[in-house]
């Protein structure tokens, strides 16, 4: 199979090339699509003040989502190193974070984070190794709210996510922000962050969300999650 190449200017790093190779023994593709950019985000490690985790109002505890929010998953990818996988939205400028995507009809959490996964990072050498037992709901500014009602032809309040922390065993080569290719790719940049470094980088009404996924995960990061200033 023919290697393919990208250029991506990135405000973080100056390597330009990345090569790219069909690499995984999993999934097989007609064609070698470009991968982007990884970047090693220096300008981003400093300490984050904390808050009393009373600010948190994103927690529902009940079985089903409640009601008005779309049904979601979230995707913590962990590698060897404990860091986690985030890549920065080409919708909005500056903003980062961890794959997510609706359920399917009929659709169990699990598979469709298996699926959400593999769709927006080509990885399928991963493995659950932990969940959020509840249901995590966050609320659409009005603005995101409207722009998504026009999108997807229905008028919800926010997500109801259910989180997924998986355990990467594959390696960086096998990254590629096109996905698999069925689904439009999402991200422009991607690189392996510590928690804190991407609840800062989430856009704000999501930082509760991450603030208690990062909390419930953090026995298998080996890390303790300071309290963020939203």
Request: with cysteine.
């Amino acid at each position: 199979m023919a290697r393919c190449f990208i250029q991506f200017h990135s405000p973080f790093s100056r390597s330009l090339l990345r090569r790219t190779s069909a690499n995984t023994n999993i999934l097989f593709f007609p064609y070698c699509p470009p991968k982007a950019h990884k970047f090693t985000p220096s300008l981003l490690h400093h300490k984050i003040p904390g808050v009393a985790f009373s600010s948190l109002s994103s927690l529902s505890s009940m079985e089903n989502p409640p009601q008005g929010y779309r049904k979601n998953v979230g995707i913590c990818l962990m590698n060897p190193s404990k860091k986690i996988f985030a890549a920065s939205r080409l919708d909005i400028p500056d903003s980062w974070q961890m794959p997510q995507g609706g359920i399917d009809e009929n659709e169990d959490p699990k598979s469709a984070a298996i699926r959400e996964l593999r769709e927006e990072t080509g990885v399928s050498s991963a493995y659950i190794i932990a969940e959020v037992p509840h249901w995590l709901t966050y609320d659409f500014p009005p603005d995101v709210r409207e722009k998504l009602r026009h999108q997807w032809g229905s008028d919800w309040k926010g997500q109801a996510q259910k989180w997924f922390l998986f355990k990467f065993t594959g390696n960086d080569e096998e990254i590629n922000l096109l996905g698999d290719g069925t689904e439009k790719p999402e991200f422009g940049e991607w690189s392996w962050l510590s928690p804190e470094e991407i609840i800062n980088l989430v856009v704000d009404f999501k930082k509760p969300v991450y603030q208690e996924v990062m909390t419930v995960f953090s026995p298998h990061l080996e890390q303790n999650i300071e309290k963020v200033d939203f």
